[in-house]
């Protein structure tokens, strides 16, 4: 065989070879060599795994050269003009809404960055399910935002592409694509037969074919057209497809592929149409198949009901039943593959969609013909695609992947309106939803629960609640938002009424049954279900339709939908047997058919001009209509009355997304809008009558006091009758389908929202609900919602309040807004939680006060309406009708008589309401104003309808039937009518009735009967007035007559009256002098005086019945038994006031003791004063420190045996050790090229020192020459409060015992000071004894220097004595080891044996001097401003002082290396010193100062005298000027050098030339000189820098600045431990005024006098030989090396404050880089990326992959860079947070938008920029470690972050 031969062979020959042949014009021969290797090659008996096959395809195709060459130049001739870049998942990419036509349209971040999108509303998105670049198409974007590469059109000039470089593509992909084909039938296991599918094995191992499938679409357009040719060419599938005749393998392999075609359930039509319609094996066909159904042969087919038991719990299901809508049979006989394409395309179905393979099917989409191809292989198989869905475990990842593929391909308009008109998408796409939904159906239990015939979806089941149709639903959406397709289906009457029945399957889902028993065991969340059911399945449908109904031309299409919408209506109503009445206590939220015939309505008479009674049913259908929506608003309330209180909080939340935001344009505006429709249309009695009928009020409308309710708990009656005047006031007063344009809608909405609470933009945009099409954002109305908000709103930035908590930039109404906008019924409507109202109204009464427009409780107040469309005049007439205003008439008469349940929101309702009808007048009523008649209205209350004339109508008698035992109740027959009272005899005539059910049920009979006859005329049957009463209850009413004589006027002035307490509160003349202007704002009396004066300037009658009533007008009389009530209501209100008084004394005391704590809380003065001093025997005893206990109160001196202790917190920090020279903070790198070298910070330079020092000196001495803890020093704080520390223990045990969740550990020892609740770890005991104000202590003393220096000695010698075992000294040891445990080890272990004493001696002083340190860093890094600082308070020092000075008593400092000897003798034999066999001590010119210091001060016996302290910083401030003056002659040049050491030499003998710093400059230069070692080194260095000459006076600045950092430390140990004030200074000063508070200078001074640093000198023993015995140790140094000692011997002590990284302004520049940036540890791009704002390191949070011993990075990050303090920049999500040593907290983000909002979690994707402050206070918060106290949540991290 020749193929063996080749395949041994070299593969780039071979191709070369093949190649050529190929070429030639006979190439038969090539042809067959090729096709037997690759037959060879290209088996699929091979283990897929294998890659020989695919290193021979590459070999193949590049014809014998590299692949990648050939690659490179294939790739220059793509002639591609798009982008086409396909992301997955999680992918950051862009959207800009001023380019994109289509609202799917989206950028690669490269093709964003290089398009200029400046001023353009972008924003940068996180891909959920993938997506394409569309740069470059024209059909999705605008031109103007192409990226320049896709801008220029390059396809157009690039050369055509020579033959033979593709040719071997040609013949060797088609074989490749067979290949894995075949893999892909072989691997492909039916889900029925194998328990576990291995499908992600066989896609694993194909993993690298289909990759490189990948990388040749990557070639572009060249080689894509090949691809493509080969994938849609039938002829070579029809060759391939089925194998060789004699190739067994490839049968048995063709045979799975057809086995799996049969099984997925779509069988072919000849097949079905043989047989009936049975559904196959998996339940499957269904709906599929009805479009099938009427084959040849059987056109009555689809007629048949299929009937199909699903086997689910449910029972019998039915299947719809489809009108013969057999569009095209091929719908079912399609899957027949004819290309590769298609059968590509069935396999990636198969396997649940691997990313892979759509990876590399979108890929090609920049192809035209491929495009165009793919999509209608995609139609063609999108029945299977959503029965392979339903069926999926996976069903997430897979609607993903659908979503990811179709939306490339819906979007496009062209591309959509070619498959709709050739392969059926819209009939498809209704079919398979259908069909998808039938697989969920269950019997509807609404209103007729045995008989009814109607099936709903059952929310419960898994396609609705994981919205597994989701996919299926948002491609018809995008479809639906093409005018051509969406007019399609306009027009397709068929396909309407198939989409309505699929509607009705949503009628009526999740009802709801009151519970009247029992609370509901199982509160089921199926609701979440239903309501995004009925938003995205039938909502976002309608919305995409209605948008194309806009204009007069698309009339037609609204009628047909308003059409059907009425017929399915229509079967709905038979279809549940609804009669008139709705079932009781029942409610469903879901009435899509209402909705969608509301929104068509609304749309016909707003956009279209149609008549809205042309589109109206009969008068019966309507009011069947209104009845479920009213229903719902009656359940509203009743949810809100806590009716529904039994069935668990999800009705709650039922009734909140029924209203919310996202919700309320498709649910309870349509719902509103439409009882808005029915009641201008129905009769207004029925109509309200019907209202109070089901809001279960009726029963409470009665002129008698007391009455029996049948429904409602009588603290049910109050809420549902406000619900029910509430609801009436909405429906007349709202416009929003009613008449207002968009531009009002958007304002009215924006008003409501801005009213309840002041918003972020984000916020509002996503409260304002959008306008119809989901996906486009746009804000309806030609106004933009950024005017309308600048128009009604003022900005407020964001503002940062001292507690730390920080703001939100938000907008807040404008005051005219408030003044004239302010509308409290649309609040009402728009409330979620009914506190927002509260709220609006609160805020309100806030702007009336502030701008002293309205003093007391304001009313909501009236606002005027815009006016109506004529089409809706009718619903004025509900304002009018007699109903109304005997309700009306009712409720002011029991308001003014204070019956029970009657409240102010009662009565502001039915003011508005009464208000609303004289500002709406009937305008046909031709009506005099002269009283009409008697004889024709004798049985009515009122003489006609109009609100007018019905005002001032007396009213004389009422016959009520009352409670046997109502006050009402006469016991002897009235006079007047003695007899014919109780037997009703004439007393008809001015006694009036009235019930309402009996009105209604009239009204109701007379529409239904049509009977237009005088049956208004007819007189009430009597049986009316009877009430109804519950079986069971003995009926005890009696029927009674009341004398009113009032009318509606005359009770409104009465109220009048009642509201202001006064008598004859409105003189008779009072409407002449009337200033209307003050009516708009105010409380009821305001509401009343409006409407008289509306309505006498409405009508001259009422003006004068107005003068009249208030001529004459009298207290009210309620009926006879008049004294008690009267007196009850005036007790009422005297109790009330009473109470109020109290209630104000209490809070009056409450507020003064408050005050008094915090005054007392905050001025804790800082505890030194209240520092202990001991002070030995003898001295007399002064009165000692008290200290006052926060948890026992008792308040006394600390003692041994009951020490008090200091609540403090102790925490490991780094701060000084990020210190570095530079004032300036580094920069964070934003590029590969920039860096961060911490070498320059002083821990580092710290650790270098120690480290060279204990190569060559003693251990024990390095480790008291230097301070260690710049890194991982403790640090102690305090809130200042004290407490017994027995006290303390007590506490923790009941903390310990305490379950509640704290954000602490009790175990840890952490606890919050029980009384200002700031966190804390440890009690730091003070020492018994008294103040510091001892004044011997204090004394300066005139003894001589010498002598104080011996004195000083013999103190060291003392040994410390042990303290007696005590509490106290129990207590001390155990704080020692608190400090110990609050750092880690490393950071205390620095000695070359850890644990030696030597080692601990170290930490102990380190504590002290960090904390003097960070106190300097905290007081700005000098002590100019003198005084307690802020840090001060939180000081304490002194306590800490002692506890240390007391563990250090422990070790005494062996007298022959005490460092004080050589301090202050010269020592006298030199020779002595050779007895050291081991090394040599550090030198004093290497020693750190400073902890000198606080060595000496801790070791010496405390309290130490104040004139001991001077002296030893005497002593030692001569060392620091020495070495300065080393330190300074380092940085000379050789000659300046020479120069200084002979001028200095020359002063030598002057008087006073020891204190001269030229003399002793020179003696240390020429002492130095000798070993020339020092001052070699540098020679070449020095000679750069030093340009400048250096003279005195620079020296002196050197000199000062080098001595300060001392003097600071010294002075400010000073105030801790002598009370010493620090004056504040000059920064020019500062080193004068310290030596003369630390008495080194006399304060006699002038300040003329420039100070000499020389000057404060004072020398024990002669100055010149003590520098040379300095010296001498240094030059003494024989083996270190010149370098080393010059290291050692320059210390600068400056550093600059502490800082974090400079961030740039820009977040973008931050996450473009570090986003995709991999980490240096594990090298992958990690999930959560984050970064160290201190170091800048670069970390993953939470990554598995950086774990150590189970620690995640971020927590080791913070371990090692901040000794447990982290502050992490969270790169995808710009928030920071902070991590202290076991809790973390989200600290909040320091980049805001244009809008000052954060922007967690990049959910927006607006720019964001700096916030300067906020990073000004993370920083601060950093500096002065107080992120425990300011932040509030902090949680555990269990070392997961």
Same mark, same amino acid.
């Given at each position: 065989?020749?193929?063996?031969?080749?395949?041994?062979?070299?593969?780039?020959?071979?191709?070369?070879?093949?190649?050529?042949?190929?070429?030639?014009?006979?190439?038969?021969?090539?042809?067959?060599?090729?096709?037997?290797?690759?037959?060879?090659?290209?088996?699929?008996?091979?283990?897929?795994?294998?890659?020989?096959?695919?290193?021979?395809?590459?070999?193949?195709?590049?014809?014998?050269? %590299?692949?990648?060459?050939?690659?490179?130049?294939?790739?220059?001739?793509?002639?591609?003009?798009?982008?086409?870049?396909?992301?997955?998942?999680?992918?950051?990419?862009?959207?800009?809404?001023?380019?994109?036509?289509?609202?799917?349209?989206?950028?690669?971040?490269?093709?964003?960055?290089?398009?200029?999108?400046?001023?353009?509303?972008?924003?940068?998105?996180?891909?959920?399910?993938?997506?394409?670049?569309?740069? %470059?198409?024209?059909?999705?974007?605008?031109?103007?935002?192409?990226?320049?590469?896709?801008?220029?059109?390059?396809?157009?000039?690039?050369?055509?592409?020579?033959?033979?470089?593709?040719?071997?593509?040609?013949?060797?992909?088609?074989?490749?694509?067979?290949?894995?084909?075949?893999?892909?039938?072989?691997?492909?296991?039916?889900?029925?037969?194998?328990?576990?599918?291995?499908?992600?094995?066989?896609?694993?191992?194909?993993?690298?074919?289909? !990759?490189?499938?990948?990388?040749?679409?990557?070639?572009?357009?060249?080689?894509?057209?090949?691809?493509?040719?080969?994938?849609?060419?039938?002829?070579?599938?029809?060759?391939?497809?089925?194998?060789?005749?004699?190739?067994?393998?490839?049968?048995?392999?063709?045979?799975?592929?057809?086995?799996?075609?049969?099984?997925?359930?779509?069988?072919?039509?000849?097949?079905?149409?043989?047989?009936?319609?049975?559904?196959?094996?998996?339940?499957?066909?269904?709906?599929?198949?009805?479009?099938?159904?009427?084959?040849?042969?059987?056109?009555?087919?689809?007629?048949?009901?299929?009937?199909?038991?699903?086997?689910?719990?449910?029972?019998?299901?039915?299947?719809?039943?489809?009108?013969?809508?057999?569009?095209?049979?091929?719908?079912?006989?399609?899957?027949?593959?004819?290309?590769?394409?298609?059968?590509?395309?069935? #396999?990636?179905?198969?396997?649940?969609?691997?990313?892979?393979?759509?990876?590399?099917?979108?890929?090609?989409?920049?192809?035209?013909?491929?495009?165009?191809?793919?999509?209608?292989?995609?139609?063609?198989?999108?029945?299977?695609?959503?029965?392979?869905?339903?069926?999926?475990?996976?069903?997430?990842?897979?609607?993903?992947?659908?979503?990811?593929?179709?939306?490339?391909?819906?979007?496009?308009?062209?591309?959509?309106?070619?498959?709709?008109?050739?392969?059926?998408?819209?009939?498809?796409?209704?079919?398979?939803?259908?069909?998808?939904?039938?697989?969920?159906?269950?019997?509807?239990?609404?209103?007729?629960?045995?008989?009814?015939?109607?099936?709903?979806?059952?929310?419960?089941?898994?396609?609705?609640?994981?919205?597994?149709?989701?996919?299926?639903?948002?491609?018809?959406?995008?479809?639906?938002?093409?005018?051509?397709?969406?007019?399609?289906?306009?027009?397709?009457?068929?396909?309407?009424?198939?989409?309505?029945?699929?509607?009705?399957?949503?009628? %009526?889902?999740?009802?709801?049954?009151?519970?009247?028993?029992?609370?509901?065991?199982?509160?089921?969340?199926?609701?979440?279900?239903?309501?995004?059911?009925?938003?995205?399945?039938?909502?976002?449908?309608?919305?995409?339709?209605?948008?194309?109904?806009?204009?007069?031309?698309?009339?037609?299409?609204?009628?047909?939908?308003?059409?059907?919408?009425?017929?399915?209506?229509?079967?709905?109503?038979?279809?549940?047997?609804?009669?008139?009445?709705?079932?009781?206590?029942?409610?469903?939220?879901?009435?899509?058919?209402?909705?969608?015939?509301?929104?068509?309505?609304?749309?016909?008479?707003?956009?279209? %001009?149609?008549?809205?009674?042309?589109?109206?049913?009969?008068?019966?259908?309507?009011?069947?209509?209104?009845?479920?929506?009213?229903?719902?608003?009656?359940?509203?309330?009743?949810?809100?009355?806590?009716?529904?209180?039994?069935?668990?909080?999800?009705?709650?939340?039922?009734?909140?997304?029924?209203?919310?935001?996202?919700?309320?344009?498709?649910?309870?505006?349509?719902?509103?809008?439409?009882?808005?429709?029915?009641?201008?249309?129905?009769?207004?009695?029925?109509?309200?009558?019907?209202?109070?009928?089901?809001?279960?009020?009726?029963?409470?409308?009665?002129?008698?006091?007391?009455?029996?309710?049948?429904?409602?708990?009588?603290?049910?009656?109050?809420?549902?009758?406000?619900?029910?005047?509430?609801?009436?006031?909405?429906?007349?007063?709202?416009?929003?389908?009613?008449?207002?344009?968009?531009?009002?809608?958007?304002?009215?909405?924006?008003?409501?929202?801005?009213?309840?609470?002041?918003?972020?933009?984000?916020?509002?945009?996503?409260?304002?609900?959008?306008?119809?099409?989901?996906?486009?954002?746009?804000?309806?109305?030609?106004?933009?919602?950024?005017?309308?908000?600048?128009?009604?709103?003022?900005?407020?930035?964001?503002?940062?309040?001292?507690?730390?908590?920080?703001?939100?930039?938000?907008?807040?109404?404008?005051?005219?807004?408030?003044?004239?906008?302010?509308?409290?019924?649309?609040?009402?409507?728009?409330?979620?939680?009914?506190?927002?109202?509260?709220?609006?109204?609160?805020?309100?009464?806030?702007?009336?006060?502030?701008?002293?427009?309205?003093?007391?409780?304001?009313?909501?107040?009236?606002?005027?309406?815009?006016?109506?469309? *004529?089409?809706?005049?009718?619903?004025?007439?509900?304002?009018?009708?007699?109903?109304?205003?005997?309700?009306?008439?009712?409720?002011?008469?029991?308001?003014?008589?204070?019956?029970?349940?009657?409240?102010?929101?009662?009565?502001?309702?039915?003011?508005?309401?009464?208000?609303?009808?004289?500002?709406?007048?009937?305008?046909?009523?031709?009506?005099?104003?002269?009283?009409?008649?008697?004889?024709?209205?004798?049985?009515?209350?009122?003489?006609?309808?109009?609100?007018?004339?019905?005002?001032?109508?007396?009213?004389?008698?009422?016959?009520?039937?009352?409670?046997?035992?109502?006050?009402?109740?006469?016991?002897?027959?009235?006079?007047?009518?003695?007899?014919?009272?109780?037997?009703?005899?004439?007393?008809?005539?001015?006694?009036?009735?009235?019930?309402?059910?009996?009105?209604?049920?009239?009204?109701?009979?007379?529409?239904?009967?049509?009977?237009?006859?005088?049956?208004?005329?007819?007189?009430?049957?009597?049986?009316?007035?009877?009430?109804?009463?519950?079986?069971?209850?003995?009926?005890?009413?009696?029927?009674?007559?009341?004398?009113?004589?009032?009318?509606?006027?005359?009770?409104?002035?009465?109220?009048?009256?009642?509201?202001?307490?006064?008598?004859?509160?409105?003189?008779?003349?009072?409407?002449?002098?009337?200033?209307?202007?003050?009516?708009?704002?105010?409380?009821?009396?305001?509401?009343?005086?409006?409407?008289?004066?509306?309505?006498?300037?409405?009508?001259?009658?009422?003006?004068?019945?107005?003068?009249?009533?208030?001529?004459?007008?009298?207290?009210?009389?309620?009926?006879?038994?008049?004294?008690? +009530?009267?007196?009850?209501?005036?007790?009422?209100?005297?109790?009330?006031?009473?109470?109020?008084?109290?209630?104000?004394?209490?809070?009056?005391?409450?507020?003064?003791?408050?005050?008094?704590?915090?005054?007392?809380?905050?001025?804790?003065?800082?505890?030194?004063?209240?520092?202990?001093?001991?002070?030995?025997?003898?001295?007399?005893?002064?009165?000692?420190?008290?200290?006052?206990?926060?948890?026992?109160?008792?308040?006394?001196?600390? +003692?041994?045996?009951? *020490?008090?202790?200091?609540?403090?917190?102790?925490?490991?920090?780094?701060?000084?050790?990020?210190? !570095?020279?530079?004032?300036?903070?580094?920069?964070?790198?934003?590029?590969?090229?920039?860096?961060?070298?911490?070498?320059?910070?002083?821990?580092?330079?710290?650790?270098?020192?120690?480290?060279?020092?204990?190569?060559?000196?003693?251990?024990?001495?390095?480790?008291?020459?230097?301070?260690?803890?710049?890194?991982?020093?403790?640090?102690?704080?305090?809130?200042?409060?004290?407490?017994?520390?027995?006290?303390?223990?007590?506490?923790?045990?009941?903390?310990?015992?305490?379950?509640?969740?704290?954000?602490?550990?009790?175990?840890?020892?952490?606890?919050?000071?029980?009384?200002?609740?700031?966190?804390?770890?440890?009690?730091? *005991?003070?020492?018994?004894?008294?103040?510091?104000?001892?004044?011997?202590?204090?004394?300066?003393?005139?003894?001589?220097?010498?002598?104080?220096?011996?004195?000083?000695?013999?103190?060291?010698?003392?040994?410390?004595?042990?303290?007696?075992?005590?509490?106290?000294?129990?207590?001390?040891?155990?704080?020692?080891?608190?400090?110990?445990?609050?750092?880690?080890?490393?950071?205390?272990?620095?000695?070359?044996?850890?644990? !030696?004493?030597?080692?601990?001696?170290?930490?102990?002083?380190?504590?002290?001097?960090?904390?003097?340190?960070?106190?300097?860093?905290?007081?700005?890094?000098?002590?100019?401003?003198?005084?307690?600082?802020?840090?001060?308070?939180?000081?304490?020092?002194?306590?800490?002082?002692?506890?240390?000075?007391?563990?250090?008593?422990?070790?005494?400092?062996?007298?022959?290396?005490?460092?004080?000897?050589?301090?202050?003798?010269?020592?006298?034999?030199?020779?002595?010193?050779?007895?050291?066999?081991?090394?040599?001590?550090?030198?004093?010119?290497?020693?750190?100062?400073?902890?000198?210091?606080?060595?000496?001060?801790?070791?010496?016996?405390?309290?130490?005298?104040?004139?001991?302290? +001077?002296?030893?910083v005497r002593m030692l401030y001569n060392l620091q000027f020495t070495q300065a003056l080393t330190a300074l002659s380092t940085r000379f040049s050789s000659e300046e050098r020479q120069a200084w050491s002979n001028s200095g030499a020359l002063k030598k003998n002057a008087a006073n030339s020891e204190k001269s710093f030229e003399t002793l400059l020179s003696h240390v230069i020429s002492e130095l000189s000798q070993d020339k070692s020092v001052y070699k080194v540098n020679i070449e260095e020095t000679t750069m820098l030093s340009s400048s000459v250096w003279s005195p006076q620079s020296i002196e600045f050197s000199l000062q600045q080098f001595c300060l950092p001392f003097l600071r430390l010294s002075c400010l140990l000073q105030h801790h431990l002598y009370g010493d004030n620090l004056t504040g200074c000059l920064a020019e000063e500062e080193f004068s005024s310290l030596a003369v508070c630390l008495g080194l200078q006399p304060s006699a001074l002038q300040p003329s006098n420039t100070v000499h640093s020389a000057s404060c000198l004072e020398w024990p023993v002669g100055a010149f030989d003590l520098v040379t015995q300095w010296c001498a140790e240094?030059?003494?140094?024989?083996?270190?090396?010149?370098?080393? !000692?010059?290291?050692?011997?320059?210390?600068?002590?400056?550093?600059?404050?502490?800082?974090?990284?400079?961030?740039?302004?820009?977040?973008?520049?931050?996450?473009?880089?570090?986003?995709?940036?991999?980490?240096?540890?594990?090298?992958?791009?990690?999930?959560?990326?984050?970064?160290?704002?201190?170091?800048?390191?670069?970390?993953?949070?939470?990554?598995?992959?950086?774990?150590?011993?189970?620690?995640?990075?971020?927590?080791?990050?913070?371990?090692?860079?901040?000794?447990?303090?982290?502050?992490?920049?969270?790169?995808?999500?710009?928030?920071?947070?902070?991590?202290?040593?076991?809790?973390?907290?989200? #600290?909040?983000?320091?980049?805001?938008?244009?809008?000052?909002?954060?922007?967690?979690?990049?959910?927006?994707?607006?720019?964001?920029?700096?916030?300067?402050?906020?990073?000004?206070?993370?920083?601060?918060?950093?500096?002065?470690?107080?992120?425990?106290?300011?932040?509030?949540?902090?949680?555990?991290?269990?070392?997961?972050?």
């Amino acid at each position: 065989m020749m193929a063996a031969s080749l395949l041994r062979r070299d593969k780039k020959a071979t191709a070369a070879r093949l190649m050529a042949d190929l070429n030639r014009t006979d190439n038969s021969s090539g042809v067959r060599q090729l096709q037997e290797l690759l037959d060879a090659v290209l088996n699929p008996e091979k283990p897929a795994a294998d890659t020989e096959a695919l290193e021979w395809c590459k070999c193949l195709v590049a014809g014998g050269d %590299g692949f990648e060459e050939f690659r490179a130049t294939v790739r220059s001739y793509d002639n591609a003009t798009l982008c086409g870049l396909v992301w997955t998942a999680n992918f950051v990419a862009y959207r800009c809404r001023t380019c994109g036509i289509s609202p799917c349209m989206s950028l690669c971040a490269e093709c964003f960055n290089n398009g200029d999108h400046t001023g353009h509303d972008f924003n940068m998105f996180r891909s959920q399910a993938g997506g394409a670049c569309d740069c %470059g198409d024209g059909n999705v974007m605008r031109e103007s935002g192409f990226c320049r590469r896709h801008r220029l059109r390059t396809g157009e000039n690039v050369p055509s592409i020579p033959r033979d470089l593709l040719m071997m593509s040609e013949m060797v992909l088609p074989r490749f694509i067979l290949c894995i084909i075949q893999y892909l039938r072989d691997g492909y296991v039916e889900p029925d037969t194998s328990t576990e599918r291995d499908l992600q094995k066989v896609l694993q191992q194909l993993e690298p074919q289909i !990759s490189f499938l990948e990388e040749l679409t990557k070639m572009g357009g060249a080689m894509r057209t090949v691809l493509t040719k080969i994938l849609t060419n039938q002829q070579t599938f029809k060759e391939l497809s089925m194998g060789q005749e004699e190739n067994l393998y490839a049968k048995k392999n063709y045979d799975k592929y057809l086995s799996a075609l049969k099984n997925s359930g779509l069988v072919s039509v000849d097949e079905k149409a043989q047989g009936d319609v049975t559904v196959g094996a998996e339940g499957g066909a269904g709906a599929m198949a009805l479009l099938g159904t009427t084959g040849p042969g059987s056109p009555d087919e689809s007629s048949k009901e299929d009937d199909q038991d699903g086997g689910q719990s449910v029972g019998q299901r039915k299947r719809v039943k489809l009108s013969s809508s057999t569009k095209d049979p091929c719908i079912i006989e399609s899957l027949k593959h004819k290309c590769f394409l298609e059968e590509l395309l069935f #396999w990636t179905i198969k396997y649940e969609f691997p990313q892979k393979m759509v990876t590399f099917l979108l890929n090609m989409l920049p192809d035209q013909d491929y495009k165009i191809t793919f999509t209608k292989t995609f139609v063609q198989h999108y029945a299977f695609i959503m029965k392979t869905l339903m069926k999926s475990h996976e069903s997430d990842t897979m609607s993903n992947r659908i979503v990811h593929i179709s939306v490339q391909l819906f979007s496009n308009e062209e591309l959509a309106r070619h498959v709709t008109e050739e392969c059926q998408l819209l009939d498809i796409m209704v079919t398979v939803l259908l069909y998808m939904m039938e697989s969920c159906l269950i019997k509807s239990e609404l209103q007729d629960e045995e008989n009814s015939r109607h099936v709903v979806v059952n929310c419960s089941e898994a396609l609705l609640k994981n919205n597994t149709y989701w996919p299926l639903v948002s491609d018809f959406i995008n479809i639906l938002s093409h005018q051509s397709v969406a007019k399609k289906f306009l027009e397709d009457h068929s396909l309407l009424m198939l989409w309505m029945s699929f509607v009705s399957f949503f009628q %009526g889902m999740n009802l709801n049954k009151r519970e009247l028993n029992e609370h509901v065991e199982f509160e089921s969340q199926t609701y979440y279900a239903a309501f995004a059911a009925e938003l995205e399945a039938c909502a976002q449908p309608m919305w995409g339709l209605l948008t194309h109904c806009k204009v007069k031309e698309t009339q037609e299409y609204t009628k047909t939908v308003v059409r059907y919408c009425l017929e399915t209506l229509q079967i709905w109503f038979d279809a549940i047997g609804f009669v008139d009445e709705p079932a009781p206590n029942q409610v469903t939220f879901h009435l899509p058919l209402h909705r969608y015939y509301a929104m068509f309505l609304s749309k016909a008479v707003k956009c279209q %001009g149609l008549d809205l009674d042309s589109l109206l049913p009969d008068q019966e259908m309507l009011m069947k209509i209104m009845v479920h929506p009213l229903q719902i608003q009656a359940c509203l309330s009743e949810i809100h009355s806590n009716m529904w209180v039994r069935n668990g909080l999800q009705i709650k939340g039922q009734a909140m997304t029924y209203v919310q935001s996202h919700f309320c344009n498709s649910m309870i505006d349509p719902d509103i809008y439409l009882l808005q429709v029915c009641a201008s249309r129905l009769d207004p009695d029925y109509f309200i009558s019907s209202v109070f009928e089901r809001f279960k009020v009726v029963d409470l409308l009665t002129m008698a006091s007391q009455h029996q309710n049948a429904v409602l708990d009588s603290e049910q009656e109050r809420p549902m009758l406000e619900g029910a005047l509430t609801f009436l006031v909405i429906l007349t007063s709202l416009r929003i389908h009613l008449g207002m344009t968009d531009d009002e809608i958007l304002r009215a909405e924006m008003v409501s929202q801005l009213c309840m609470n002041d918003r972020t933009h984000s916020a509002l945009l996503d409260l304002i609900p959008e306008n119809p099409n989901p996906k486009s954002g746009i804000v309806p109305g030609s106004c933009s919602f950024e005017d309308m908000l600048s128009a009604v709103a003022d900005f407020k930035a964001p503002v940062f309040e001292p507690g730390g908590s920080m703001q939100q930039g938000m907008y807040t109404p404008k005051a005219e807004v408030w003044e004239k906008e302010f509308d409290p019924i649309m609040v009402v409507l728009r409330t979620v939680y009914r506190r927002d109202v509260q709220s609006a109204m609160d805020r309100y009464s806030a702007f009336l006060k502030q701008f002293g427009i309205h003093t007391g409780n304001p009313w909501p107040p009236y606002k005027e309406r815009t006016p109506l469309h *004529p089409c809706y005049k009718g619903l004025i007439r509900l304002l009018h009708c007699k109903t109304l205003h005997i309700v009306i008439f009712t409720l002011l008469y029991k308001i003014w008589m204070d019956h029970p349940n009657m409240s102010e929101h009662v009565l502001c309702m039915v003011l508005y309401l009464i208000e609303l009808g004289l500002d709406n007048q009937v305008q046909d009523n031709k009506e005099d104003e002269e009283p009409c008649i008697e004889e024709h209205c004798h049985d009515s209350w009122f003489p006609g309808t109009n609100l007018l004339s019905n005002l001032h109508h007396v009213i004389n008698f009422v016959r009520v039937r009352v409670p046997e035992t109502a006050p009402e109740v006469k016991r002897e027959a009235p006079p007047s009518t003695s007899t014919e009272a109780s037997s009703y005899g004439q007393n008809l005539r001015e006694a009036q009735v009235f019930s309402l059910v009996a009105e209604r049920r009239r009204k109701f009979q007379e529409i239904i009967n049509r009977s237009s006859t005088e049956a208004a005329q007819v007189v009430r049957p009597k049986s009316s007035s009877t009430r109804w009463v519950p079986p069971g209850t003995p009926p005890q009413l009696v029927t009674e007559i009341l004398e009113i004589r009032e009318s509606m006027l005359s009770l409104l002035i009465k109220l009048h009256q009642k509201l202001s307490s006064k008598h004859n509160s409105l003189s008779a003349s009072w409407l002449e002098d009337m200033d209307t202007s003050r009516h708009a704002h105010g409380d009821g009396i305001t509401a009343i005086e409006r409407i008289l004066t509306k309505a006498a300037t409405r009508s001259c009658q009422i003006k004068r019945s107005i003068q009249d009533i208030c001529g004459k007008v009298c207290p009210p009389v309620p009926p006879k038994k008049n004294s008690p +009530t009267d007196k009850k209501a005036m007790d009422k209100e005297e109790r009330r006031l009473r109470a109020r008084e109290r209630q104000q004394k209490l809070l009056a005391e409450f507020a003064s003791r408050q005050k008094s704590f915090m005054e007392t809380a905050m001025d804790v003065e800082s505890p030194d004063t209240e520092a202990a001093m001991d002070l030995g025997a003898s001295e007399m005893m002064e009165s000692e420190v008290l200290y006052d206990c926060v948890i026992c109160g008792q308040s006394g001196p600390s +003692t041994e045996d009951r *020490p008090t202790g200091l609540v403090v917190l102790l925490q490991a920090s780094s701060v000084l050790g990020h210190r !570095s020279k530079n004032k300036e903070p580094k920069n964070l790198p934003t590029s590969d090229e920039e860096h961060i070298y911490p070498a320059d910070t002083c821990g580092v330079a710290h650790d270098v020192r120690l480290t060279l020092m204990q190569q060559f000196f003693k251990d024990s001495s390095c480790l008291q020459s230097v301070s260690i803890g710049w890194d991982g020093g403790v640090y102690v704080q305090t809130c200042g409060h004290t407490l017994h520390i027995d006290c303390h223990k007590s506490y923790m045990e009941s903390l310990r015992n305490d379950q509640v969740l704290q954000g602490f550990s009790v175990d840890k020892g952490e606890f919050t000071c029980p009384l200002c609740r700031q966190f804390a770890n440890s009690v730091l *005991p003070c020492r018994p004894g008294r103040g510091t104000e001892a004044g011997a202590w204090h004394t300066h003393t005139n003894k001589k220097a010498c002598l104080l220096v011996k004195e000083v000695e013999d103190l060291q010698e003392k040994l410390g004595l042990f303290p007696t075992e005590s509490n106290l000294s129990k207590e001390m040891e155990l704080v020692i080891k608190d400090i110990k445990n609050t750092t880690q080890k490393k950071y205390m272990d620095y000695g070359k044996n850890p644990g !030696s004493p030597d080692n601990d001696f170290l930490f102990m002083y380190s504590v002290a001097r960090t904390n003097l340190e960070l106190e300097l860093v905290h007081r700005g890094g000098n002590l100019c401003s003198g005084g307690a600082s802020a840090a001060a308070k939180r000081s304490c020092l002194n306590q800490l002082f002692h506890v240390l000075a007391m563990h250090m008593r422990l070790y005494s400092i062996d007298s022959a290396y005490n460092p004080w000897t050589k301090l202050t003798q010269v020592a006298q034999n030199k020779e002595a010193d050779g007895f050291d066999e081991e090394r040599p001590e550090v030198p004093m010119l290497f020693r750190d100062v400073p902890s000198l210091l606080i060595i000496f001060v801790l070791t010496m016996p405390q309290p130490l005298r104040k004139e001991h302290f +001077t002296c030893v910083v005497r002593m030692l401030y001569n060392l620091q000027f020495t070495q300065a003056l080393t330190a300074l002659s380092t940085r000379f040049s050789s000659e300046e050098r020479q120069a200084w050491s002979n001028s200095g030499a020359l002063k030598k003998n002057a008087a006073n030339s020891e204190k001269s710093f030229e003399t002793l400059l020179s003696h240390v230069i020429s002492e130095l000189s000798q070993d020339k070692s020092v001052y070699k080194v540098n020679i070449e260095e020095t000679t750069m820098l030093s340009s400048s000459v250096w003279s005195p006076q620079s020296i002196e600045f050197s000199l000062q600045q080098f001595c300060l950092p001392f003097l600071r430390l010294s002075c400010l140990l000073q105030h801790h431990l002598y009370g010493d004030n620090l004056t504040g200074c000059l920064a020019e000063e500062e080193f004068s005024s310290l030596a003369v508070c630390l008495g080194l200078q006399p304060s006699a001074l002038q300040p003329s006098n420039t100070v000499h640093s020389a000057s404060c000198l004072e020398w024990p023993v002669g100055a010149f030989d003590l520098v040379t015995q300095w010296c001498a140790e240094v030059t003494g140094l024989s083996q270190l090396h010149a370098e080393q !000692s010059l290291t050692l011997l320059v210390q600068d002590p400056q550093w600059a404050a502490p800082r974090l990284l400079q961030l740039p302004d820009n977040y973008n520049i931050i996450f473009q880089y570090y986003h995709r940036k991999a980490c240096t540890a594990c090298k992958k791009v990690p999930k959560d990326p984050a970064l160290c704002l201190v170091c800048g390191a670069f970390v993953c949070l939470k990554g598995v992959c950086c774990k150590q011993q189970g620690i995640c990075e971020c927590v080791l990050h913070s371990q090692h860079c901040g000794a447990a303090t982290g502050i992490f920049l969270l790169i995808n999500a710009s928030v920071i947070i902070i991590i202290r040593g076991h809790r973390f907290c989200l #600290w909040g983000s320091v980049y805001l938008d244009a809008h000052g909002e954060e922007d967690r979690d990049l959910r927006r994707g607006k720019p964001l920029f700096l916030c300067e402050e906020r990073y000004r206070v993370l920083e601060q918060q950093w500096v002065s470690h107080t992120f425990d106290h300011i932040n509030k949540r902090w949680g555990p991290h269990y070392n997961g972050l």
